[in-house]
């Protein structure tokens, strides 16, 4: 079997043991081969490779074939027009709700390509123990989006929204989340909880603890995704920020959304940045946005990036109240309003992109231009003109740059024309 043992090529599936077999996909195509598509002109930008530029993208069989100064028109058996345009690796949302019809708030994620440019997704915390399987089953399969997901400490998960779903603490059931966690480590990534007041009531740091608890009894290092904005005190911030572990990523890092009394509770409290939140920062705890609709707030980033807080990853938090706000939570938005605060394209795509990959365990394959990942690209227009941005809770920014979504390729196959015929995704 070419070099390849009957017991190595069973622990492999499908495509990779074809790809054990035959070698490098880039290998086996020949000089007068045709690539699939060939995204022609743009202007290339891949943090993963340290690459800008301009450059043409071949892809066949679903998969980056080449990455040149050109490819011939004769080797393109489609072509996508990339001139002008801002090419970059598929974004990623590290922060969405994508389950609709099981949950209060989900958008099919498919929906999302065209106003997102994401070629991957995760479901942060939408289902809980008792209708995960339905969304893996039901709604991840049939998506041409990728789909990962934060399984909630919440056995319902959001089904229940608007009804909070951890005022009655016995809803976190820890052994069943880490069942479901060890039942699920290809497609689960960890655990979702939500901290604010409003969801969890008073009891403090004990959903925070469960969780934890679900994720070291699972068997494999799975990650915690921390929602925060409005915490019952200012202490409890600090408390929280101190039981997050290294790889743990803190969700909403900037909000600015107050407790049930007014009060501010979040990373900034009286003009200043929380030294727990920077300690978190050091020791490899990752920032994330998820803007969504209250959960973004100019004036708390102002304090906290140049306090050393800045965004490990920039997300959306999009889902079907937070899409119709005024702030307009979609990623390639939520993305732009970080240049005014100091971000270069490239940071800001780095955080939609590479970084993201490596906190789901999918760098190098997914957040990359690089030959032999998936064929998933953005390509977007780079618009140079005086825009004003909004948070969540009023307050504008003047920008100069707007990223807006034109095309989505995913695994090869682009969203819309060219057609491929026969159309197929992975």
């Known amino acids: 079997m070419s070099g390849v043992s009957r017991r190595h090529f069973l622990s492999l599936s499908g495509s990779a043991a074809v790809a054990a077999i035959s070698g490098p996909a880039n290998a086996a195509m020949g000089p007068n081969d045709k690539f699939d598509l060939v995204i022609k002109g743009g202007d290339v930008l891949d943090p993963s490779q340290s690459l800008r530029g301009k450059r043409d993208i071949g892809i066949r069989w679903g998969v980056i074939e080449a990455v040149e100064n050109e490819i011939p ?21 590290l922060h969405s709700h994508v389950y609709p019809y099981g949950s209060a708030i989900g958008i099919p994620a498919d929906e999302l390509v065209q106003a997102q440019a994401t070629t991957t997704v995760v479901s942060a915390g939408d289902a809980g123990v008792n ?21 909630h400490i919440a056995n319902n998960g959001l089904s229940g929204f ?32 939500r901290m604010s007041e409003n969801v ?107 306090g050393g807080c800045t965004p ?16 307009m939570p979609y990623l390639p938005n939520v993305m732009s309003k970080f240049i005014p605060l100091g971000l270069t394209l490239e940071q800001v795509v ?15 394959k997914i957040g990359t231009l690089q030959i032999g990942a998936p064929g998933d690209v953005a390509i977007m227009e780079l618009v140079e003109a005086q825009t004003s941005f909004v948070d969540t809770r009023n307050n504008k920014r003047e920008g100069k740059l707007l990223l807006k979504p034109v095309q989505t390729v995913i695994n090869g196959v682009p969203f819309g024309r060219p057609y491929q015929a026969p159309f197929a995704v992975r």
């Open 312 to 327: 490990d990853t920039i997300s959306s938090d999009i889902h079907v109240f937070s899409g119709n706000s005024p702030g």
């Open 350 to 364: 780095a955080a939609a992109t590479v970084t993201p990959a490596k906190i789901i365990n999918r760098a190098p």
């Open 162 to 193: 608007p009804v909070a779903e951890l005022y009655n603490i016995d809803y976190a059931q820890v052994e069943a989340c880490a069942m479901a966690l060890a039942e699920n480590p290809d497609f689960l990534l960890g655990v979702k909880v």
């Open 73 to 93: 028109a004769a080797r393109a058996a489609k072509t996508i027009d990339a001139s002008g345009k801002l090419v970059t690796p598929g974004l990623i949302d």
């Open 131 to 151: 209708n995960l399987s339905a969304l893996r089953r039901y709604i991840v399969a049939q998506s041409r989006a990728r789909i990962y997901a934060f399984v």
């Open 200 to 306: 969890i009531a008073r009891h403090g740091v004990e959903p925070l603890k469960r969780a934890i608890k679900a994720c070291e009894m699972c068997g494999w290092p799975a990650k915690m995704m921390v929602h925060i904005g409005g915490v019952e005190t200012k202490e409890l911030m600090s408390d929280i920020l101190d039981l997050l572990r290294p790889g743990d990523v803190l969700t909403h890092c900037y909000s600015g959304a107050p407790n049930i009394a007014g009060a501010f509770t979040n990373i900034v409290q009286d003009g200043k940045l929380l030294p727990a939140a920077l300690a978190a920062k050091q020791r490899g705890v990752m920032f994330d946005v998820g803007h969504g609709g209250g959960s973004f707030d100019f004036t708390v980033a102002d304090v906290a990036i140049p």
